[in-house]
Each structure stands twice: as structure tokens, then as C-alpha cells.
């Protein structure tokens, strides 16, 4: 039997229920968003992914992906200019990539060298080149 998430007439449902409930609709929701965008993709796309070529047939198709180009999960357009396939592996990579440019985690040949680098590995080989 499944889970009512609306209360009784009368009765106040807890945050708790409250949370849960929105959950359950939020997920219900996203679920038929992303079915039908990524259906539209595989139909207009081939089954290949844009980044490591990989290619899928029906048996692994499960794990192509659906990647937004521009970030958008809104900005569906039907002639699928903002999707590209990607496997699993690299979907997960250009998301952290994105991540870590927003977060200015990659250095730029610019930056200027920090301080607290000052081991050598190579000192002493010089010396032991010359013996």
C-alpha cells in the first residue's frame, strides 16, 4: 500500500511530513521533465558519446546522459541544440569541471607562485650529474 502524503481534514501535517511530501511531488515532477527531454535527445542524437565516442546500443543505452550545454536544465529546445549525449563518466567530469571554474579552482599560467613552495627536489642534482 502506498504512502498518502496529504493529511486528514483538520489535521496539520509536521515539517517532517511537510518535507517529505514536497519531495515526493518535486521527484514525481523531475522524473517526467527528464524522461521526456532525454527521449527527444536519443531519438535526435546518435547513441554516442560527444566527448569519448564510446557508443551504446539498447543493452547500455541506460548509462547515456543527457548533458544541458549552457548549464540550463530549463532551456530544453525542441531541435536539441542545448544537449549533447554523454556517457556516465564524462557527464560527471564536465559537471566537476564547471564546478571547479566556479569555484577558481584551476590556476592560470598568471597566478603568481605561492611563498610557501620553497623545497627543491632537484638541488643537488647538479653535483651528483657532474661526479
Not at 21 to 27: C, N, P, T
Not at 78 to 104: A, F, K, V
Request: charge should be neutral.
Amino acid at each position: 500500500m502506498g504512502r498518502n502524503f496529504t493529511p486528514d481534514k483538520g489535521q496539520k501535517m509536521s515539517k517532517a511530513q511537510e518535507v517529505e511530501a514536497f519531495l515526493a511531488r518535486s521527484r514525481k515532477g523531475q522524473g517526467g521533465k527528464e524522461k521526456g527531454y532525454r527521449d527527444q535527445s536519443l531519438k535526435i542524437h546518435p547513441w554516442v558519446c560527444a566527448r569519448c565516442a564510446r557508443e551504446f546500443t539498447n543493452r547500455n543505452v541506460h548509462e547515456l546522459t543527457v548533458h544541458h550545454k549552457d548549464q540550463n536544465h530549463e532551456n530544453n529546445p525542441p531541435d536539441g541544440s542545448n544537449w549533447e549525449n554523454l556517457c556516465i563518466y564524462c557527464h560527471d567530469n564536465e559537471h566537476r569541471r564547471h564546478l571547479d571554474y566556479l569555484e577558481g579552482a584551476d590556476a592560470g599560467v598568471d597566478d603568481k607562485e605561492d611563498a610557501a613552495f620553497t623545497h627543491n627536489p632537484f638541488d643537488k642534482l647538479k653535483g651528483l650529474l657532474s661526479k
